[in-house]
């Protein structure tokens, strides 16, 4: 059961405050794209992997000619005005340019999360490959929830923590069914964060698969010593 992988990796990574997107820092010694793609690399059940990037990024441009040369499954797809337009692009070329099966698997996962565990990724693989409806790695949640005020600077009440979970991704699906989700989102203006939440509007219940919680998404400064730790230290 083969599949493909989408890495979006168009954001300009705002909250992170550096000098380039946050996709493109250095992290032990190569970038954080890099060991984003590593696992997905070397992996047997991955066909090839689309990357969505901005028109004319010269990081993604410097590493396609250099370090990543050697890839022939890399592809580059267009990215969008937010992540769920760059992972729609992404799905357009996958169907459109290289004529993948509709009912191909295919996980989104982001270019900021470089931690993902090869453990968490076979999980995924083999739990998401007998759901139709989709899977995606989360981890329950821990602290206290507080619902605030409208004015949120008070509490209004607790909000029950049993039952929530953080989304993580990867997330996994067929190729047509989250292309079809992601485009009628698209037409009637709902904002979708994530891949489930397109599916979960199109009626799907996706499974939640338990991740490890190292799973980061680099979103703040804070984030790229917590990457670091977590990928140098053993397992
Ligand atoms: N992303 C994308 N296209 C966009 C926006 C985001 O492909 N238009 C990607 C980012 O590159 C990242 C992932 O989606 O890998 C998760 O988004 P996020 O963490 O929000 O990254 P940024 O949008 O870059 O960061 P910020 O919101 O702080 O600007
Ligand atoms: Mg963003």
Not at 83 to 104: C, F, G, K, M, W
Request: hydrophobic letters at 45%; charged letters at 20%.
């Amino acid at each position: 059961n083969k599949v493909w992988v989408i890495i979006p990796a168009a954001g300009v990574g705002a909250r992170m405050q550096a000098d380039r997107p946050k996709q493109y820092l250095p992290l032990l010694g190569k970038t954080v794209i890099e060991h984003t793609l590593d696992c997905f690399l070397s992996h047997p059940a991955v066909t090839g992997i689309v990357v969505a990037v901005s028109r004319g990024d010269p990081f993604w441009a410097e590493l396609m000619a250099t370090t990543l040369n050697q890839y022939s499954q890399l592809h580059t797809a267009p990215g969008g005005r937010e992540r769920s337009d760059s992972v729609l692009n992404a799905l357009n070329y996958l169907v459109d340019t290289l004529q993948i099966a509709p009912e191909t698997g295919v996980l989104v996962h982001d270019a900021a999360r470089p931690c993902l565990s090869r453990t968490d990724l076979d999980k995924l693989l083999a739990i998401g490959g007998n759901q139709t409806a989709g899977a995606i790695l989360a981890t329950p949640v821990r602290d206290t929830m507080k619902r605030a005020q409208v004015d949120a600077t008070r509490i209004s009440h607790t909000e029950d923590r049993n039952g929530l979970w953080h989304a993580l991704t990867p997330q996994m699906a067929n190729v047509g069914l989250l292309r079809t989700a992601l485009a009628a989102a698209w037409e009637k203006g709902v904002v979708v964060t994530d891949e489930a939440s397109a599916l979960e509007h199109a009626g799907l219940h996706p499974v939640l698969v338990e991740g490890d919680a190292r799973n980061l998404k680099i979103t703040r400064p804070a984030d790229l010593a917590l990457a670091t730790f977590f990928l140098s230290a053993t397992p």
